[in-house]
């Protein structure tokens, strides 16, 4: 019986949830980039990144080359960086929503504190 598309989805989405993947995939958006480098921009232990970058191997997500004794990581396709750039404006407009509305909560909380202290001055007199 067929995967369901909207479960392959889910299954791709599971796939890049997790924040080494998302920065490996930021990074490769630039083009090809060997492992230490990869390491350097990350910072984390090479068994760790190891081990996120054979996820989107096996998924097919990014390929590996080696070069000698380098090992050098790109992305599979152009749509997976297009989905990262889609991802980025998404959020974007997101938390600029958030902020628009953080400022009119502060703006509100100005005008009641103002409006409280007016009529604590009128209640003085």
Excluded: C, W
Excluded at 32 to 45: C, M, N, S
Excluded at 66 to 94: C, F
């Amino acid at each position: 019986m067929p995967v369901p598309l909207y479960q392959a989805k889910a299954e791709f989405f599971r796939m890049l949830g997790h924040p080494v993947r998302i920065r490996v995939m930021e990074l490769l958006q630039d083009g090809p980039k060997p492992v230490r480098d990869l390491l350097a921009a990350i910072e984390i232990e090479p068994p760790n990144l190891s081990q996120q970058l054979a996820v989107l191997r096996r998924s097919g997500i990014v390929t590996s080359t080696r070069e000698g004794s380098t090992v050098v990581y790109e992305v599979a396709g152009g749509d997976v960086a297009q989905l990262m750039r889609a991802a980025r404006r998404i959020l974007t407009e997101m938390l600029s929503g958030r902020h628009e509305l953080l400022v009119e909560l502060r703006e509100a909380e100005a005008e009641a504190k103002a409006e409280a202290a007016a009529e604590a001055g009128v209640a003085a007199r």
